[in-house]
């Protein structure tokens, strides 16, 4: 497990164009406000919609209930024993407050140090873009899929138990366990901003990179100590949010072109036929 935690972001930033030295000017990406700004908007109050109408919407019962060998075994070397809600409380600080101000931050951070503050909001706004997308699909995921939380299937009495009496810590939440969605806004956050920097060729896209994985890495280990996620529940989230923020900024919001000079880094995600199927590549000029 931690291997695997360590070894995903890692990955991530040796693959990232933001490895290479940044040259001026950087490139202007596609940004249309009067499309970009209403995804984002709607896309964010329909999202906070539907966590108000969960009574409606979650599943009355698991529809997934089984758990394997591996989730389980990870669990339990996992799970904050006797204090789990202290690990929940931190992944909804991390999640909520942590990683949208480390990749929104930074990403800012890093326009004004190469004197390219003119980027900010438009930059702002495609971070957020992906990581409302990513949740919308990661919401509709959860109600269809319905699986069953651990500290549901185990029986947690340390998270369903608080004080004098002992209910579910939050109504209707128990079966909606796949995939992480705090996993995929930590990621989608994460990837989107780091895409975006290196898009541009801020020279600090490397720190954007590596700061927003670590942040989204912890957030996913926080959600298992908590007994809210398994493995593959925080595994899913994270590889679908990447996913997310890479692909959302580089398929609709590619430097537009002819604006870039001939020395100015390239990012472009390629799609060719290969052998067997379709190969996927990020290809770059440095």
Request: glycine share 10%; hydrophobic share 45%; net charge negative.
């Amino acid at each position: 497990m931690r291997t695997a935690a360590i070894a995903l972001p890692a990955l991530l930033v040796a693959l990232s164009p933001a490895a290479a030295a940044a040259a001026e000017p950087s490139p202007e990406l596609t940004y249309r406000p009067e499309i970009d700004l209403p995804i984002t908007v709607v896309g964010g109050a329909g999202w906070v919609i539907s966590e108000l109408s969960k009574k409606g919407l979650a599943p009355a019962s698991c529809r997934w209930c089984a758990t394997t060998a591996l989730d389980t075994s990870i669990r339990d070397a996992l799970v904050w024993r006797g204090n789990p809600e202290t690990a929940h409380d931190l992944s909804n600080v991390t999640v909520i407050g942590v990683a949208p101000a480390s990749a929104l931050g930074l990403t800012a951070l890093a326009a004004w140090h190469d004197g390219r503050s003119e980027n900010t909001a438009a930059d702002l706004v495609i971070v957020t873009e992906a990581m409302v997308v990513a949740m919308g699909l990661n919401q509709l995921t959860k109600y269809i899929v319905g699986r069953q939380r651990p500290y549901a299937r185990h029986d947690n009495q340390d998270v369903l138990c608080a004080g004098e009496s002992c209910s579910r810590p939050v109504p209707h939440d128990d079966d909606l366990s796949f995939f992480s969605g705090h996993a995929t806004a930590a990621f989608s956050l994460a990837a989107a901003s780091g895409t975006v920097a290196s898009m541009r060729g801020y020279r600090a896209a490397p720190w954007v990179w590596a700061q927003g994985m670590a942040i989204a890495t912890l957030s996913g280990y926080l959600r298992i100590a908590g007994d809210r996620h398994y493995f593959t529940d925080v595994l899913t989230g994270a590889v679908f949010g990447s996913a997310a923020g890479v692909l959302i900024p580089a398929l609709f919001h590619g430097p537009r072109p002819g604006v870039a000079g001939p020395d100015t880094q390239s990012f472009r995600l390629s799609l060719a036929p290969a052998i067997g199927g379709v190969g996927a590549g990020v290809a770059g000029t440095f």
